[in-house]
């Protein structure tokens, strides 16, 4: 492939997913996976935030959607913020002041088909209108080349296959060559493409649906990867295995996984030693995964007061098996017990470190876990 890209290709990304790649939960992955070999992409956020709502002067706000501590001191230069956008100024308005905040890669959700999004006029409903969805991805591109030649950000655009009943190589070839020929400013970088192998249904079907009901069709992601040879490709949809990664590698640039890490974060570790050659022995330890993100919790409920259950969603996918669902339970107990008790009346729990009920939490279950009978317990594992 010969498309232009900014700084390094990753070969495999972590997808946006509303209401999981929260900041809190990249910081988990980073910890799973502290080699920099994925990208990691948050939820998506929409770009009047930025313009109207002018959520970057808003620390504490813009804490909940980006990892600003990561972009601040330049050590998360994979991580990707995705945008929905309806038109052109509200876009260049938010990668103009995501560039301020040390974002190196932004992307334009054209994927997402569920009513707000459509009720937005963003979303998958764009690929309806190649030409705006073009304009909307110039506009990104001119505020990215605007910035000094090092700091300039990549530009990609993440879609589907098709739209309702049309799936046909031509809409989507029309889609792809607007983007790809309009949407690029004339000192800007190759934009990128991130190709879902399923199409949108914008009536019928849930956002989840959506990802698993329509069939996956990798042979159209390939089919595109052929037509347009000077552009780079991201293949997208139903990948779960260190298996599927590669066959979709050969072909591919690079492979996009999502449910299954929301289901397993730990299958980035199987990724980092399968795909990338890192020796088990180097690996991170579970245990010690778990200690530096309730640390991470501690520093983050301290400087802007997130709630403990907000903080504490991560480690639920981290868990399998009855043990984790043990100390699921005595950790959401314990957190459910730090809250205000009425108006100027505190929990005298309230001032406990997140770490301490942790550690409270994992006691418990050790001991719940200990009580099994052995034939019980040689069934239970802590993920990791």
Known sequence: MAGVRVGRAFRTSVAPMVDVTDPYFLRLLGLISPFGNHQLWTEMIHANAFSRGHIHLD???????????ELQNGSAPGVVVQIGASNPDDAYAAVNELAKLGVRHVNLNCGCPSRNVQAGSFG???MKTPELAADIVRAMSEAASHQDVDQRLAVSVKCRIGIDEDESPEFLCRFLGAILSR?????GNAIGIILHARRAWLSGLSPEQNRTVPQLNPARVYEMIRDFPQSSFVFNG???TVEAVKEHLAVADGVMIGRKIREDPWFLSLLDHHIYGITEESLPDP???LLEYARFVDQVHDA??????VLARPLFAFFHGRKGRTLRRHLGHAISQVRPLGKGVVDQRHSIKFSELFQEAVARSEVEYSSLA??????????G
């Open 59 to 69: 620390p504490k706000k813009l804490s909940q959607h980006l990892p600003l501590h």
């Open 124 to 126: 998958a409903v764009l």
């Open 183 to 187: 949407g690029q400013a004339p000192q």
């Open 238 to 240: 139903g990948v779960d």
């Open 287 to 289: 245990n010690n995964v």
């Open 304 to 309: 802007h007061g997130t709630r403990y259950s």
């Open 374 to 383: 052995p034939e019980d317990a040689n069934k239970i594992a802590l993920a």
